[in-house]
């Protein structure tokens, strides 16, 4: 017999106690799915919870993205940024002419490339509130997963509209774009570690710095 | 010295899980280093403030665990149907799906795959089955390096040490001993560390950074776990905090993943009760910092050559007894190391297994059976004391399951021509009531009272003493433990 019909033999020897077949009869789960979590301003604890973890927040009107973004990146001392190619023209724009230069992915950068890169700048999918986390689904004006993990300043862009509550939310609308293929990152503030005395440390594999602009 | 030179990698410590004695034994020295004690009690109440922290911020904490725990019934009780329906999934999403009946057809199939990709090396993410099933020495025996990525597993690899907690596998070192470590064997694998360096946490991780930059960068193959994998779409999940999870799951050509055939959940909607359980009871934040979520192989992104490996090594053992299936629910969290007052003072190097903990104490003999003396020992590697099932998120009742397994030990030994059998029906009485246990610990601190003088003695007095007179307990305190733990540990509840 093959490993798998042995295994599958096992589990179902194994479970020789259950007589109702469906999963969803023999066990009910008493949970609601995709429910918002009551809070005063979604906004403002998004923004709270994210600085939390040493992220640095800018709130900004969505025709003043472009000005942000170079400011922060000159903030940063970036001298050079890889774009991904579905990035809003206007940024593109704004950091061309900053001064900073800019790198596409096309054809895709190698790793060593990519290390020798100061920043990236990207679009979001979902914002979460509560725990101040953003989710990327790797669209095109995100790029692909590479981009937004070896250079070490990662700026991103998060509209209002994309804010949600809580994590519960914010799985139902990435659900579909899961359904799709496409590879989620979350990520909650910059690289960190807590592995040494169990003392928080930011900075270790990951982007050391996450600048976050909240486009309302 | 010879034997290290022809390694690729760090030897580990000499010895098997299995061959060692039994954990009451293991515990004495462990007890008697006052170092290896302080680390603990500094990182576990630590992180025990923070869970606290975190949980407490969410009012519908009980439910979610209620939630959490249902799902995974659920799933387990038909494993079979979602199992089939992942590797559908998987197979779809243009994944190689593997099945692995134990810990050596698993290696076998790992060191296959990478042998077949011409590379001899790995770079690794975090991960309990690959730990579980001794990956790392199955590929250096192949002659392929496996680089753990993860800074507490570096530092035990780099320590010719074992892991001794689940989630913080260096909790029993300290900073300085965590520099020594680094200086002494970085340059031996790779770039070293700084000579100036100092104990300065920060200056460790920018020293692991530099180190595993460069392996990142040339790796070729990469080995992870998962800790949850989307029947519905065959979606992997691994939740981490460095970015070495990202890196060795994104930057390779190929990713081997080792999936212990438990991690199956039936939905992506499942996820957001998970995703708000795991992070605030493991490392008590609202969200860890990174988790990657991935479906086989997508075009132009990442790994263009994606394996799973299934592997069931024992857990069918587990699922077969229905008063044991709940164990295959944890979710490797690691809140029930953190408040067990067991572990506190033992560290994880006492449980034998990658499992320390009270999870160990239930989840190791029901993989590995009953046979051996670690084995048969670990389920008495508690007080009884409940706290482990009041923080675990996904309501394991390790208390119960204790007592039913200690039956298990007590009737396997039953005919074994020992003293120990009869004083553990003795000792049986005492524990298989958590009211028994307190009556005889209330006693026991009646006699701590009389008896000023006397240091040690068992917690638990006749008719369980003769037992456990070979322990070698402190002196229990005048008050009894679990009148203690009310008042000074209801922090985690
Ligand atoms: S048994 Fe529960 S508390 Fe312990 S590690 Fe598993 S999930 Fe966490």
Redesign the interface.
């Known amino acids: 017999m093959?490993?798998?019909e042995?295994?599958?033999g096992?589990?179902?020897?194994?479970?020789a106690?259950?007589t109702e077949l469906d999963?969803?009869a023999?066990?009910?789960?008493?949970?609601e799915?995709?429910r918002a979590t009551a809070m005063a301003d979604v906004l403002a604890r998004f923004v709270e919870?994210t600085e939390?973890?040493k992220a640095t927040v800018v709130r900004a009107p969505a025709g003043d993205v472009p000005a942000r973004i170079a400011e922060l990146l000159a903030g940063a001392g970036v001298a050079t940024a890889v774009l991904p190619s579905g990035l809003d023209d206007a940024w593109r724009a704004a950091i061309a002419a900053s001064g900073v230069s800019v790198l596409d992915d096309e054809p895709?950068l190698s790793?060593?490339e990519l290390?020798r890169i100061d920043a990236v700048v990207t679009a979001s999918a979902v914002g979460?509130a509560?725990?101040?986390?953003i989710v990327l689904d790797?669209a095109a004006d995100q790029g692909?997963?590479?981009l937004t993990?070896?250079p070490d300043t990662h700026l991103v862009v998060v509209r209002a509209d994309q804010v949600v509550s809580?994590?519960?939310e914010?799985?139902?609308r990435?659900?579909p774009a899961?359904?799709d293929?496409?590879?989620?990152?979350?990520?909650?503030?910059?690289?960190?570690?807590?592995?040494?005395?169990?003392?928080r440390?930011e900075?270790?594999?990951?982007?050391r710095t996450l600048l976050v602009i909240l486009s309302e | 010295m010879t034997a290290d030179a022809q390694r690729r990698t760090p030897a580990p410590p000499a010895g098997t899980y299995l061959g060692m004695p039994k954990f009451q034994k293991n515990a004495k020295p462990a007890l008697a280093n006052e170092q290896l004690r302080k680390n603990l009690r500094h990182a576990t109440g630590t992180i025990r403030a923070k869970r606290v922290a975190r949980v407490s911020e969410v009012p519908e904490w009980e439910e979610l665990r209620r939630a959490g725990e249902a799902i995974k019934n659920r799933t387990l009780r038909h494993l079979d149907t979602y199992l089939v329906q992942l590797e559908e999934s998987l197979v779809r999403a243009g994944a190689t799906v593997h099945w692995a009946r134990d810990a050596a057809e698993a290696n076998r199939i790992v060191v296959g795959l990478v042998q077949a990709k011409g590379v001899d090396e790995v770079v690794k993410v975090k991960s309990m089955a690959t730990q579980e099933i001794e990956l790392n020495e199955a590929l250096e025996e192949a002659g392929i390096a496996a680089w753990e990525t993860d800074l507490a597993e570096l530092i035990v690899q780099l320590g010719h040490d074992r892991p001794s907690h689940i989630l913080v596998p260096a909790i029993h070192r300290n900073r300085s001993e965590v520099r020594e470590i680094f200086l002494r064997e970085m340059k031996r694998y790779g770039t070293a560390a700084p000579e100036d360096i100092t104990d300065d946490p920060a200056e460790l991780a920018g020293a692991a950074r530099r180190h595993l930059r460069e392996k990142f960068l040339r790796a070729r193959v990469a080995v992870s776990g998962a800790n949850f994998a989307i029947a519905e779409t065959g979606t992997l999940v691994v939740v981490e905090s460095e970015g070495n999870g990202r890196m060795c799951l994104t930057l390779p050509e190929t990713l081997i993943s080792v999936v212990g055939i438990e991690k199956v959940l039936p939905t992506t909607a499942d996820l957001e009760v998970y995703l708000r359980l795991l992070p605030r009871s493991s490392t008590g934040e609202r969200m860890n910092p990174y988790t990657s979520m991935w479906t086989g192989v997508t075009p132009g992104d990442g790994p263009q050559e994606v394996h799973v490996v299934l592997v069931d090594n024992g857990r069918t053992n587990a699922l077969a007894d229905p008063l044991g299936r709940p164990a295959l629910r944890c979710i490797r969290c690691s809140a029930c190391l953190n408040i067990c007052p067991v572990y506190e003072r033992v560290g994880g190097h006492a449980y034998g297994s990658v499992y320390p903990g009270p999870i160990g104490a239930v989840l190791n003999p029901q993989l590995r059976g009953i046979s051996h003396e670690i084995d048969q020992s670990l389920p008495y590697a508690s007080t009884l004391c409940g706290a482990c099932f009041d923080v675990c998120p996904v309501r394991i009742p390790i208390p119960d399951m204790l007592v039913h397994l200690r039956k298990e030990v007590a009737d396997h030994k039953k005919g074994t021509p020992r003293v120990e059998p009869t004083a553990m029906a003795l000792a049986g009485w005492v524990l298989s009531d958590r009211r028994h246990f307190e009556l005889a610990q209330r006693a026991a601190g009646l006699a701590a009272r009389v008896l000023p003088h006397t240091t040690h003695l068992g917690p638990m007095p006749w008719p369980a003493s003769p037992w456990t007179r070979a322990r070698d307990l402190p002196m229990p305190p005048p008050e009894s433990f679990r009148s203690w733990w009310r008042k000074n540990r209801e922090e985690g509840r």
């Open positions: 093959n490993a798998r042995e295994i599958l096992r589990v179902r020897t194994a479970l106690d259950v999963p969803v023999d066990v009910p789960v008493a949970w799915y995709g919870t939390d973890y895709q790793r060593a290390d979460i509560e725990t101040g986390t790797h692909r997963r590479a993990l070896v809580d994590v519960a914010a799985v139902a990435l659900a899961v359904t293929g496409a590879p989620l990152t979350w990520i909650s503030g910059p690289s960190a570690t807590s592995d040494i005395e169990l003392s440390v900075g270790v594999h990951g982007p």
